[in-house]
């Protein structure tokens, strides 16, 4: 391999996880106020299923190869040097950038599947010798996500009742965290089998209900007296969008993060959302501005990180399993599975 190469994960063409292959790409190269990384591990996540599939736009400039959040080692910094990360004071931690050699994680715009990798440095955060390489890559755009839906545009607050669907996935599990950090009353979350249930129940759901098998709208109403919820996340769209109304009290808000079971709602009456005066935002992360996401990222940082190393273990990590990069059309295929609960890693190895 020459010096300009580097391995990563390729897709012969649109399609299914057989597509995938370890091939060769050129290493790329940082601008000013970027960093190169050597990536230790990356994570998976939904819209990677989607850009493999042909069906999810990359943003303008950002890499064709999959993934968006890392760790690693700082390998190289671009022609401006690196500034300050940022401190944390409520650590004992060195949290400022030195350079090479310094360990990392964060969020990219793409090109993650790879054995080197871009980080804004503004994007880039310093990763404590407490949390491995695997937790790392495992906190980004999950719990970015869940921060960004909780607070910056559901404002939620103490007391509020929130649905958050999908609760066994990666977003979701970061999501119930939060809410209930937050001081939620109740939190009520979807999952599909009962394994996923206990699971999320023991992280702090106050109410699992089995999407299969229940009617997520008629539990709602039945546990908040008829009043339904404050704060709704949504990750599957079209087929949840009458329900989700429905179960929405007044003044609730919705956050629609994905719409998995399609995006063209029909026969939706108006009416229901000037009645109940209710509030819709849809968000993608990877589409904000890199102003957004640093600010984002710097909240995030100063409030939620400290709390993963703590000495009570406020947030934690949950990891379903770790793949080599060898295996990824595996790991992929456990995705689709619908089965992971938490997070999907893989590791990118010599």
């Known amino acids: 391999m020459s010096v300009e190469s580097m391995r990563a994960v390729l897709a012969k063409e649109p399609g299914d996880a057989s597509q995938l292959y370890n091939g060769l790409a050129p290493i790329p190269l940082p601008k000013d106020n970027e960093l190169l990384v050597k990536i230790k591990c990356f994570a998976l996540n939904r819209m990677d299923i989607l850009q493999r599939q042909g069906r999810y736009p990359v943003p303008p400039e950002a890499s064709q190869i999959l993934g968006t959040e890392l760790s690693g080692i700082v390998e190289k910094i671009g022609s401006k040097g690196a500034r300050s990360i940022i401190t944390l004071p409520y650590i004992s931690l060195d949290a400022i950038l030195h350079g090479p050699g310094d360990r990392v994680f964060g969020l990219n715009d793409g090109g993650a599947y790879a054995e080197y990798g871009i980080l804004h440095e503004d994007m880039a ?5 407490e949390v491995s390489f695997q937790q790392g890559a495992a906190i980004p755009e999950a719990w970015f996500t869940a921060y960004q839906v909780l607070h910056l545009i559901g404002q939620i607050r103490q007391g509020d009742s929130v649905l958050i669907h999908a609760g ?6 970061a999501a119930i965290q939060l809410a209930k950090a937050a001081g939620a009353k109740h939190i009520f979350a979807t999952a599909g089998s009962e394994r996923k249930l206990a699971f999320i129940e023991s992280i ?3 109410n699992g209900i089995n999407y299969k098998k ?4 008629d539990k ?3 546990h908040t007296d008829g009043c339904g919820v404050d704060l709704l996340i949504d990750f599957v769209g079209k087929d949840y969008w009458h329900p989700n109304i429905d179960s929405l009290a007044k003044d609730g808000r919705i956050v629609l993060v994905g719409f998995l079971s399609g995006r063209i709602v029909e026969n939706f009456d108006l009416s229901a ?9 849809g968000t993608t992360l990877r589409s904000r501005s890199l102003s957004y996401k640093i600010t984002l990222r710097d909240e995030f940082y100063n409030k939620i990180f400290p709390r993963f190393i703590d000495e009570h273990g406020t947030f934690k990590v949950f990891i379903d399993r770790e793949y080599y990069w060898k295996d990824i059309a595996d790991a992929h295929r456990y995705m689709e599975s619908n089965e992971s609960i938490g997070k999907i890693v893989v590791n990118v190895v010599d």
């Open 125 to 129: 955060m310093i990763l404590p010798e």
């Open 168 to 173: 066994a996935s990666g977003v979701g599990i």
């Open 204 to 206: 702090g759901v106050t």
């Open 214 to 217: 229940e009617n997520f709208r």
């Open 220 to 222: 709602i109403m039945e």
């Open 273 to 281: 959302l000037l009645m109940k005066r209710l509030r819709v935002e």
